[in-house]
């Protein structure tokens, strides 16, 4: 990451802008070289609280700390030099009180060079997101499916259907009258989607929700077909590497075994190399 480089992200006012416009793309990443990998796709890349379950092996997300969105965040900051970043806030970092909040939400920027923070919960976190936001702190939001609290939904199901749709409808009006930037659908049904993103002068980020958001994310191990312990229906898969990686390390295994690696061109000869004229 240069600091001349990173002056061309686009900051959270201009995805802002980008509402209604050509749809906003994004997808995490949790190290630098995936970093590297997504930042010429990306307007903004999410350092997702997913990673403790997609890098840590963590059957949720409840068990994610701060220190691991910090490490994670720097890491991705560094292999960043165009789109903007956004880190989670862990379970447990912000919904104590604003002053809290807006502790872990300076930390995480101070630490990463995030440009904004991700906070889960509509209505009851509102006043969080108005205090952060007129403290300098850009927030996007997250309503719908918010895996922080599979506790007290009952698990990962979809959210806004029936009596639930009015819910999910002023969770996300009341983030964005709170002063978030933007906001995730996460798992809510399409025509639920649309109505919310017609509704609110932010833009909508849906995963799990309708190709009518204002953009999209996915979490990028699955899209790779790297994490492969469950798939949401919602996570299309664009490539096989957890295939191609098990196929990879499986010959690399057979060559050891049969003395086949290293060979010749692996290994270093007695005498240097004559110098090439
Ligand atoms: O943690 C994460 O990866 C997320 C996305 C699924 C939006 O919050």
Same mark, same amino acid.
């Given at each position: 990451m240069?600091?001349?480089s990173?002056?061309?992200?686009?900051?959270?006012?201009?995805?802002?802008a980008?509402?209604?416009?050509?749809?906003?793309?994004?997808?995490?990443?949790y190290?630098?070289?995936?970093? %590297?990998? @997504?930042?010429p796709?990306?307007? +903004?890349?999410? *350092?997702g609280?997913? /990673?403790?379950?997609? &890098?840590h092996?963590?059957?949720?997300?409840?068990?994610v700390?701060?220190?691991m969105?910090?490490l994670?965040g720097?890491?991705v900051?560094?292999?960043?030099e165009?789109?903007?970043?956004?880190?989670d806030?862990?379970?447990?970092?912000?919904e104590?009180?604003?002053e809290?909040?807006?502790?872990?939400?300076?930390?995480?920027?101070?630490?990463?060079?995030?440009?904004?923070?991700?906070?889960?919960?509509?209505?009851?976190?509102?006043p969080t997101?108005?205090?952060?936001t007129?403290?300098?702190?850009?927030v996007?939001?997250h309503?719908?499916?918010?895996?922080?609290?599979?506790n007290?939904?009952?698990g990962?199901?979809?959210q806004?259907r029936?009596?639930?749709?009015a819910?999910v409808?002023?969770?996300a %009006?009341? @983030?964005?009258?709170?002063?978030? +930037?933007?906001? *995730?659908?996460?798992? /809510?049904p399409a025509? &639920?989607?649309?109505?919310?993103?017609?509704?609110?002068p932010?833009?909508?980020?849906?995963?799990?929700?309708?190709?009518?958001c204002?953009?999209?994310?996915?979490?990028?191990?699955d899209?790779?077909?790297l994490?492969t312990?469950f798939?949401?229906k919602f996570?299309?898969?664009?490539a096989?590497?957890?295939?191609?990686?098990?196929k990879?390390?499986?010959?690399y295994?057979d060559?050891?075994?049969a003395?086949?690696f290293?060979?010749?061109e692996?290994?270093?000869?007695?005498?240097?190399?004559?110098?090439?004229?």
């Amino acid at each position: 990451m240069s600091a001349t480089s990173r002056i061309k992200a686009p900051t959270p006012s201009d995805i802002m802008a980008r509402k209604g416009g050509t749809p906003l793309v994004s997808l995490t990443a949790y190290t630098t070289p995936i970093a %590297q990998l @997504v930042d010429p796709h990306c307007d +903004f890349v999410l *350092v997702g609280d997913s /990673v403790g379950m997609v &890098l840590h092996g963590l059957p949720s997300t409840l068990g994610v700390t701060m220190d691991m969105m910090c490490l994670h965040g720097a890491a991705v900051a560094r292999g960043l030099e165009r789109a903007m970043m956004v880190v989670d806030m862990p379970f447990g970092s912000y919904e104590e009180s604003p002053e809290q909040a807006f502790r872990n939400a300076a930390r995480l920027m101070r630490e990463t060079g995030a440009a904004a923070v991700k906070l889960e919960g509509g209505l009851a976190m509102a006043p969080t997101i108005q205090h952060l936001t007129s403290r300098s702190i850009p927030v996007m939001a997250h309503v719908g499916l918010t895996p922080q609290a599979i506790n007290t939904l009952g698990g990962y199901k979809v959210q806004g259907r029936g009596d639930d749709r009015a819910k999910v409808m002023a969770d996300a %009006q009341a @983030v964005s009258d709170a002063g978030a +930037f933007s906001v *995730v659908l996460e798992k /809510v049904p399409a025509s &639920l989607a649309d109505e919310i993103t017609a509704a609110i002068p932010i833009p909508t980020i849906g995963i799990g929700a309708s190709a009518g958001c204002d953009g999209q994310i996915l979490v990028v191990d699955d899209m790779l077909g790297l994490f492969t312990a469950f798939k949401p229906k919602f996570a299309k898969r664009y490539a096989t590497l957890g295939e191609d990686a098990d196929k990879a390390i499986a010959a690399y295994a057979d060559e050891v075994r049969a003395r086949s690696f290293p060979a010749a061109e692996h290994v270093f000869g007695d005498a240097a190399p004559e110098p090439k004229s």
